[in-house]
């Protein structure tokens, strides 16, 4: 008790009740009121500048790089988050200097606490850190589609502590930034479709490969928004006993490879029915012992 009599300069209940029937508790009340106001008033207008920003930067034609407006709304949403927090303690502690708390044995308090968090918080320091260095080195950002260890996933939220996956069956993965040693960034500035197609042997395989030239030129002018490059031909890249396997890449924008490589695929399949070109099948044989 005498602990919080230090740290509340009071005595007793009835001098709670007689400090806060006094003009000056009025005063301390109006005062707190407007600590409260004008903290909710710069979080908001803070909000708003860095949106403002983040949408100059997201419009403007002088800045056309995708890659850079995904790192803008990131630091965004970091910075927002940050203010709140920051702004939130500040108002916190000028209340408590407004109620007639002594800041002094709660700011000795806080450092033998913090001191001693710190040794059993190693992982938390660990992942801020890390996630400092992975905004600063922008190794990715919202939107970016990577693979963390087993789980891949567009990344929907992150912050200077973990990092949000959402794979493709929906499912959230909350990953500590402290916890990511290697990541397998999958839309980094440019992606690339990885086709392969199985023809028989007996095929003319220049044919095929005009047929494939062909039909990669026509997407890739029908779909100039999300081809960069022009497709490339790598060649036979194998052969197996179920005839051979010829490779096609093609340079996308961020993320549309697999859309590309799904469009070509069908296009290819609808071509090769026209022309009357047979595709490989896999035989599957059973034995049924007496």
Same mark, same amino acid.
């Given at each position: 008790m005498s602990y919080l009599n230090k740290i509340f300069d009071i005595n007793s209940t009835q001098a709670i009740f007689a400090k806060?029937?006094?003009?000056?508790?009025?005063?301390?009340?109006?005062?707190?009121?407007? *600590?409260?106001?004008?903290? #909710?008033v710069i979080i908001k207008l803070a909000i708003i500048f860095a949106e403002k920003i983040r949408t100059i930067v997201e419009s403007t034609s002088l800045i056309n790089d995708d890659r850079l407006k995904l790192r803008t709304q990131t630091i965004s949403r970091?910075?927002?988050?940050? $203010?709140?927090?920051?702004?939130?303690?500040?108002?916190? #502690?000028?209340?408590?200097?407004?109620?007639?708390?002594?800041?002094?044995?709660?700011?000795?308090?806080?450092?033998?606490?913090?001191?001693?968090?710190?040794?059993?918080? /190693?992982?938390?320091?660990?992942?801020? *850190?890390?996630?400092?260095?992975i905004l600063l080195e922008d190794q990715y950002g919202i939107g970016d589609i990577i693979k963390i260890d087993s789980h891949a996933g567009i990344v929907e939220n992150m912050n200077l502590?973990?990092? $949000?996956?959402?794979?493709?069956?929906?499912?959230?993965?909350? *990953?500590?930034?402290?916890?990511?040693?290697?990541?397998?960034?999958?839309?980094?500035?440019?992606?690339?479709?990885?086709?392969?197609?199985k023809v028989?042997? =007996? /095929?003319?395989? /220049?044919?095929?490969?005009?047929?494939?030239? /062909?039909?990669?030129?026509?997407?890739?002018?029908?779909?100039?928004? =999300?081809? $960069?490059?022009?497709?490339?031909?790598?060649?036979?890249?194998s052969i197996d006993p179920n005839g051979l396997t010829i490779r096609l890449i093609i340079k996308t924008k961020t993320a549309q490879q697999w859309a590309v490589s799904r469009e070509f695929k069908k296009r290819i399949m609808e071509r090769f029915n026209q022309e009357g070109i047979d595709l490989p099948f896999f035989q599957s044989v059973g034995y049924v012992h007496n």
């Open positions: 806060f029937a006094s003009q000056d508790t009025l005063d301390a009340a109006l005062r707190v009121a407007l *600590i409260i106001i004008t903290s #909710m970091i910075i927002n988050s940050s $203010i709140v927090v920051f702004v939130s303690i500040i108002a916190f #502690m000028l209340i408590l200097g407004e109620l007639g708390v002594n800041l002094a044995p709660i700011l000795a308090g806080v450092g033998v606490l913090g001191l001693a968090i710190s040794f059993g918080a /190693q992982n938390l320091v660990k992942d801020i *850190i890390t996630g400092f260095f502590r973990t990092t $949000i996956l959402r794979d493709l069956e929906g499912n959230v993965h909350i *990953i500590p930034n402290g916890e990511i040693k290697k990541v397998t960034v999958m839309t980094k500035l440019w992606s690339r479709a990885l086709i392969d197609i028989f042997y =007996k /095929q003319d395989i /220049q044919n095929i490969f005009s047929i494939i030239a /062909q039909e990669a030129r026509k997407l890739a002018a029908e779909w100039a928004d =999300k081809i $960069i490059e022009e497709p490339e031909i790598l060649g036979v890249d």
